[in-house]
């Protein structure tokens, strides 16, 4: 078993993320960490299907749903394909122009809304993102630098599932995105290379580059930040639980009073005003 | 000269330098790249030959 696969399956054995018998649902986006991940999971003998989002970005939408489309044909995998603008009213491009808010957090909502309702109505016991070590070192990082409390108490590897939530995992934690990419080369295995339009600039990947420098310099501190991290984070306080009831309109699990902030964003859609 | 082909960029280096030492020159950091011949990858000490070419694929996705 290569290097890459053993750390996988010793992350989701460590983290207890999901048993042989379970049924996976992959996120799959066409990019290197969300096609490794299914390949992984795969060899490693895990019941795992994929489900890839068609969120509607020009071109970049056709060219990343092709390369999913190809993975799983190749090796006879179900891929199921939902696409953003039949669930919503419009694409992630259409719904930039009528919503408040950044692309990639408006994207984020959907994404996680539909990933969980796919996951959940089709009977899946969990649902397994591709983000990897430099995506958690990141996103830990932007938290200390605002030190957000409430997001530093619930960033962990397994986000327990709760009635229609679904559990969610992060199996390829303690990979670096480098190593991701060369198993996906070494692998034959072939993604979309293109970054998302939306995401040039982003935050993330400026928090990315500043990791990568340190690294550079200081060989390990991607893993130690997150090593370290895991190991104190008990000592931030978890925001108070919040009462999750059905939205009224789609019925999945909401925070709000009221409709849940997909079914919102769908109203504005229809609208076709700015929110 | 070798050529080290980055995104839509391109670079041209003095053959035998190592590809770690090129990429430092460049001002790339050798962690956010794998550089890749005819599908395999390069390890950093490997020196650069007179018309060989790179493809050095980016290893960073955000969003």
């Known amino acids: ?275 | 000269m070798a050529t080290l082909k980055h995104r839509d960029k391109t670079y041209t280096v003095k053959p035998g330098a190592t590809l770690e030492r090129a990429l430092r020159e460049l001002g790339i950091i050798p962690e956010t790249v794998l550089p890749v011949k005819e599908g395999k990858i390069l390890p950093p000490d490997h020196r650069l030959e007179e018309d060989e070419e790179v493809e050095l694929v980016d290893v960073i996705s955000g969003g």
């Open chain 1, 1 to 275: 078993m290569a290097r890459v696969e053993k750390v996988v399956a010793e992350t989701i054995r460590k983290f207890r993320m999901f048993a042989p018998e379970e049924r996976v649902l992959v996120a799959v986006s066409g990019g290197k960490d969300s096609l490794a991940l299914w390949e992984i999971l795969t060899k490693l003998g895990y019941r795992a299907d994929g489900v890839y989002l068609d969120l509607g970005i020009a071109g970049y939408s056709e060219r990343s749903r092709e390369f999913s489309e190809a993975f799983a044909a190749a090796r006879g995998l179900a891929l199921r394909v939902v696409r953003v603008e039949g669930e919503l009213g419009a694409g992630i491009d259409g719904l930039i122009r009528v919503a408040r808010g950044k692309a990639c957090s408006l994207c984020g909502t959907v994404k996680r809304y539909l990933l969980n309702r796919v996951a959940y109505e089709g009977g899946y016991h969990v649902l397994a993102t591709g983000h990897n070590l430099d995506d958690e070192a990141a996103t830990l990082l932007g938290n200390v630098l605002r030190w957000e409390e409430g997001y530093l108490a619930r960033q962990y590897p397994v986000l327990p599932g709760e009635g229609k939530l679904v559990r969610r995992v992060k199996p390829l934690l303690f990979l670096s995105e480098r190593e991701v990419a060369a198993y996906c080369i070494i692998s034959g295995i072939e993604y979309i290379y293109e970054e998302c339009p939306h995401a040039v600039g982003a935050r993330s990947i400026a928090l990315k580059h500043v990791l990568n420098e340190l690294e550079d310099r200081y060989p390990g501190t991607k893993l130690g930040f997150i090593r370290g991290f895991l190991k104190m984070r008990g000592r931030f306080e978890p925001p108070e639980p919040v009462e999750l009831r059905d939205c009224p309109v789609c019925g999945m699990p909401t925070a709000a009073e009221g409709p849940c902030r997909f079914c919102r964003l769908k109203e504005r859609v229809s609208h076709g005003a700015p929110a």
